[in-house]
Structures are given as structure tokens and as C-alpha cells.
């Protein structure tokens, strides 16, 4: 009898590793599946009001629908889809009125941001990051290198605030303003390198006031490069901000 007992106890616990490896390898896939479409998204290789249709994609990454389920969840959870129907969402689109009041939240929250963190930004930090952007020129990868340099910068200050709502308020409208589409990309790789290295600048000397110049300069001139290619003008930066 107590043999009997003990196997029938192996035999109600053999599952569970299992189990436990389905749901781990379904994680991993969701994870795979979120960086594979963030990434598509953010790079514009799936334009603004592009249906994404849950079954047709799990069948053509030939992944199964729980961990495409999770991810789109997660993709539209975050801004980058919007659900359509229960099983189908479509990449957001932004407006050019949208962009350019998001951009101005964007000046208002991360000069706060900087404020709050220049004090308390380390050193080596700052110089790692500047080292990084300066290595962009060499980079083969330019334009994926320059995004990560890019969002680094501009989560850097949020995230040393010590205001945890403010860094989630700054990366949510970010997203916003890098789905913006225009009818030809930003090429402003060495514009944006100048631009963060005299933020920096002005952040290892720890003045304040230069480096909320530099941030609001280099928010502007985005905004100003945005509005010359809707309207068919040149490029030229801004060299002031007020």
C-alpha cells in the first residue's frame, strides 16, 4: 500500500517541469515576438493604420496565438497598436498636430526631468554616453546605434529624477513622437551627435541653465526640421532657445 502511494505522488508531480518549460518557452517566444514587431514599428517597416491580424501573424513568424497574444497585448498596452477587433489591432498613427503638442510636453517634462537629475547623474555616465555617440560615426549600424544612443539620453534624466511617473510619463511620449511619419525620414544622425554632446557638455559641468538651453535647442530644432519637410523647406536648425 504505501508503494502504491508513494508512485501514485511521482506520478501527480511529474507534470510540472513540464509545465514549467512549456510556459518558460512561450515567455521566451512573446519576448522574441515583442522585439521583433517593436522594432519593425519604430523603424517604420510597418507604416501607421497597418492591420496586424493576431492568427495570420502567429502563422507567418510560425509562432503559436498565447505568446502573439501576449505580445500584441504588451505592443498595444505600451501605445504601438491599437486593438481593432478582439483578435486584430492596427499600428498607431499619429498626427502632425499630435506630434508637435507631444513634442511640447516633451520640452515641458524632460527640462524638469533634467533639473530634477543633473546632480545626481554620475560622471562616468555622462562620459560613457558621450563616448558612445562619438563612436556613431564609425558605426556601420548608423541609424539603429544612433536610436539607442538617442533614447539613452533621453531617458537619462527621467530616470535619475527619482520621480518614477515622471521617467513613465517621458517614455510613453516618446513613443508618440517616434511613430510620427513624414513623407522622408529624419537624417539628423550627426545633427542629433552634436546636439547630445553639448547637452552633456553642459551636464559634466553641472549648469544647469546651459543644459536646459542645449535640451530645449535640440527639442526645437526636431520640431522645426519636422515642419520644413511637411512644408517643403530647407533644413536649417534654430540657433536659439527661449
Known sequence: MAARSHTRRKTDIAPAPRAASRAESEGNLSERVYRQLSEMILEKKLPGGT????????DEL????????????RLA???????????????RRVSPSEFFQSMRVREI??????????????????LDLAARIKDLAGAQEQESAHW?????LHML???????????????????????????????????DGAEHLAIIEAC??????????????????????????MT??????????T
Open 157 to 191: 534624466f527621467p530616470e535619475y529624477s527619482g520621480n518614477a511617473v515622471l521617467a513613465r510619463l517621458v517614455s510613453e511620449i516618446r513613443v508618440t513622437t517616434r511613430l510620427f511619419e513624414l513623407s522622408r525620414p529624419f537624417d539628423r544622425v550627426k545633427s
Open 77 to 91: 498596452g505600451e501605445g504601438l497598436l491599437v486593438r481593432t477587433t478582439p483578435r486584430s489591432y492596427s499600428v
Open 51 to 58: 492591420a496586424i491580424v493576431e492568427g495570420r501573424l502567429a
Open 232 to 241: 517643403g523647406g530647407s533644413s536649417t536648425l534654430i540657433d536659439n532657445a
Open 109 to 126: 517634462l524632460e527640462t524638469e526631468a533634467l533639473d530634477m537629475a543633473i546632480d545626481r547623474v554620475p560622471e562616468d555616465v555622462l
Open 62 to 73: 510560425d509562432v503559436s496565438r498565447t505568446p502573439m497574444r501576449e505580445a500584441l497585448g
Open 148 to 152: 539607442q544612443t538617442d533614447d539613452r
Open 204 to 229: 559634466l559641468k553641472r549648469d544647469r541653465r546651459a543644459a536646459r538651453e542645449a535640451l530645449l535647442r535640440h527639442l526645437r530644432n526636431l520640431q522645426r526640421e519636422a515642419m520644413q519637410i
